[in-house]
């Protein structure tokens, strides 16, 4: 169904869920905004996804569901009154679902997830086998026949982190190192490679391109990032506690990253700086770009078990080969060095 731009005066993009899933949505902003140029664009998110979008300048308000506290009508109701004319959404689960069909817009999109297609008024195909999961969210956009005029995300950082990167970068004296950074968060602790192994890597990495490891870490990483430190020692610069946006800040201007599967990581992957990344309980779909690369343990029979915890051991992070992290983070870097990057 093609919908006419002029038709269309408010946009909501739901997109519920982590750090990760927002951000990937944003990959639908600047081909929407150019067809439906003189249209208001919002976005309701949960508070795990808030801080993927509240910095998105392409959007004009963010509305953060907090399900623990908003009553469902109470949220109905408030979506009703903004009076939307387009009611996207991108999350597709039972809770989304329901809330743009009783959005009150003309239009409802979505993508077919099951019964769920049947409270849409335009469906698209997802296509989650073939697609990674940022370009699902493109095929709302086929399905209203809006065409597909970038396929970048970017996370855009406010000055005031790009200053504190800068000021953080000249007390250490990093201009002009090579500088790893380690990225151990993961909200599951299956997703978490054990401190004894990313200190391997990042040992490993840092002989072989003659640099510095940098480990920046969020609260629930505090106590890995540490240890990784401990074992590192003077090879290592344990990043000071700090808000995510000064963290990805510090990310940003590393030359290439070693990271755990987890919404940060999906946030670095916005900023050009190649990531690898470590792979065992889920799908190796991998940080969105050509730039990025991806490592897991092919022995094992077990990969992509979707377990929140490991019941033996966790081989696919512990007796990860440190020789095919070395090859594959070899690779991505020579595929950077003949695609331009320095």
Request: aromatic letters at 8%.
């Amino acid at each position: 169904m093609n919908v006419t731009p002029a038709s269309i005066r408010k946009i909501l993009i739901i997109k519920l869920g982590g750090l990760g899933d927002v951000f990937l949505s944003t990959i639908v902003l600047d081909s929407l905004k150019q067809y439906f140029s003189s249209a208001r664009i919002d976005y309701c998110v949960e508070k795990a996804g808030k801080e993927a979008i509240v910095h998105e300048q392409r959007v004009d308000s963010v509305f953060v569901l907090d399900k623990e506290t908003m009553h469902p009508l109470s949220v109905i109701r408030y979506i009703r009154r903004q009076r939307y004319d387009m009611v996207i959404d991108l999350f597709g689960n039972p809770r989304s679902a329901v809330m743009t069909f009783l959005s009150g817009a003309r239009y409802k999109v979505g993508l077919d997830y099951g019964w769920r297609r049947h409270l849409y008024s335009i469906v698209g195909e997802a296509q989650r086998e073939k697609l990674h999961g940022a370009e699902v969210n493109l095929q709302a956009l086929r399905a209203i026949g809006v065409p597909i005029t970038s396929r970048s995300v970017v996370y855009p950082l406010p000055e005031e982190d790009r200053s504190y990167a800068e000021a953080f970068w000249n007390a250490h004296q990093l201009d002009g190192t090579f500088v790893l950074g380690i990225l151990p968060a993961g909200s599951w602790p299956s997703k978490r490679c054990e401190p004894e192994k990313f200190a391997e890597i990042a040992r490993a990495l840092a002989d072989e391109y003659n640099g510095r490891v940098l480990i920046v870490w969020g609260p629930a990483d505090e106590a890995d990032a540490v240890e990784i430190k401990r074992l590192c020692g003077n090879a290592a610069i344990l990043a000071p506690r700090a808000s995510l946006s000064n963290n990805l800040a510090l990310l940003a201007r590393c030359t290439a990253i070693v990271a755990n599967d987890s919404g940060p990581m999906h946030l670095a992957s916005g900023f050009g700086v190649p990531i690898l990344c470590l792979y065992g309980p889920t799908y190796p779909e991998g940080p969105y770009g050509t730039i990025h690369g991806w490592v897991r343990n092919e022995k094992l029979d077990c990969l992509v078990c979707n377990l929140l915890h490991c019941p033996i051991h966790h081989p696919c992070m512990r007796e990860l080969p440190l020789e095919a992290v070395r090859r594959a983070f070899r690779m991505m870097m020579e595929k950077g060095r003949h695609a331009g990057r320095t």
